[in-house]
Nanobody
């Protein structure tokens, strides 16, 4: 089973940018990948997904600000986050889906605050 490790989170001011990375333990070329987030006291929500063919999908709240991408050679998925807002504060987790099996990373904290 693939293992996922997220990195790149941190504290950033409103309007700033961060790039999250999700490194997989083995090839993810067949996996559909996604980023999700969970804020304190709220349910986990989808942020962005990218299929094994490269088709992307975004939550309305992040469209035009966030970009998901994948590098199947490096076995890594990225989330470029621009124009960050305080409401983007959450733990961001990476997800891999293939043939009915889902795998989650441990998450990385993103805090947007002045």
């Amino acid at each position: 089973q693939v293992q996922l490790v997220e990195s790149g989170g941190g504290l950033v001011q409103p309007g700033g940018s961060l790039r999250l990375s999700c490194a997989a333990s083995r090839s993810i070329s067949m996996y559909h990948m996604g980023w999700y987030r969970q804020a304190p006291g709220k349910q986990r929500e989808l942020v962005a997904t990218i299929t094994n063919g490269g088709t992307t999908n975004y939550a309305d709240s992040v469209k035009g600000r966030f970009t998901i991408s994948r590098d199947n050679v490096k076995n890594t998925v990225y989330l470029q986050m621009n124009s960050l807002k305080p409401e983007d504060t959450a733990v961001y987790s990476c997800n891999a889906y293939y043939l009915g099996t889902q795998t989650w990373g441990q998450g990385t904290q993103v805090t947007v605050s002045s």
